[in-house]
């Protein structure tokens, strides 16, 4: 029995001498200061995810402001606050004005008004 009697009291010295050392070493608070660190660097990764994200969008958003000039536009018109609320901004585009040298007949096309100048007097 005197061996069996050994190993409980090497066990016993073991564990006291362990426990002695972590509260020594106060690793119990250092150990959940690190899970706290850790937590903190998760918390991080998910900004910088977040972020990512939204750079890529914004790159998205800069390349297609670079092809349309009605984004160009629309994009100043925000930022300048020349816009109201719900306020869309649409393209119009104008057909090409005819040039007319001198009015047929007398007659002008774009008035429907007889034109007197070329007349002779």
Known sequence: MSSVRRYLVALLLSVVATSSYVYGRD????????????????????????????????????????????????????????VRVNERVYRVELPEERTLSAPEHGVDNTTGSRDTSSKPR
């Open 27 to 82: 690793l119990f608070q250092k150990y959940q200061a690190q899970k706290e660190i850790e937590k903190g660097v998760k918390s991080l990764q998910q900004q910088r995810d977040a972020l990512l994200a939204e750079r890529d969008a914004l790159q998205k958003r800069v390349d297609v402001l670079d092809d349309d000039p009605v984004e160009i536009e629309a994009t100043i018109r925000r930022t300048k606050h020349l």
